[in-house]
Nanobody, 121 residues
Framework: QVQLVESGGGLVQAGGSLRLSCAASGRTFRSYHTGWFRQPPGKEREFVAVISASGGSTDYADSVKGRFTVSRDYAKNTVYLQMSSLRPEDTAVYYC??????????????WGQGTQVTVSS
């Protein structure tokens, strides 16, 4: 069983940065790929980034490539999403999820509760 808790969201001006954290409980967390998804206001939840269980592979949505970086700290059982050059269209509730590798939400069996990110223009 894996439980995920996101933190680090908040209000930031366009062009600013935030780092989201996804803290996990459960020793098996390190064996799961971990993804980040987001749900903008009034829209469907969408894929943002994923990091492999080994940490050796990552993938990003085209909309965030070059601006967002996903990483993981095994000692802290935490996955991070470093977000830079933020835009108003990045405003969303951000979720982390653990499970399989890919961009589909159906691949992930464990989800956090989400953290709000608001980017003002």
């Amino acid at each position: 069983q894996v439980q995920l808790v996101e933190s680090g969201g908040g209000l930031v001006q366009a062009g600013g940065s935030l780092r989201l954290s996804c803290a996990a409980s459960g020793r098996t967390f390190r064996s799961y790929h971990t993804g980040w998804f987001r749900q903008p206001p009034g829209k469907e939840r969408e894929f943002v980034a994923v990091i492999s269980a080994s940490g050796g592979s990552t993938d990003y949505a085209d909309s965030v490539k070059g601006r967002f970086t996903v990483s993981r700290d095994y000692a802290k059982n935490t996955v991070y999403l470093q977000m830079s050059s933020l835009r108003p269209e990045d405003t969303a509730v951000y979720y982390c999820a653990a499970g399989g590798w890919g961009t589909s939400q159906n691949l992930y069996g464990y989800w956090g509760q989400g953290t709000q990110v608001t980017v003002s223009s």
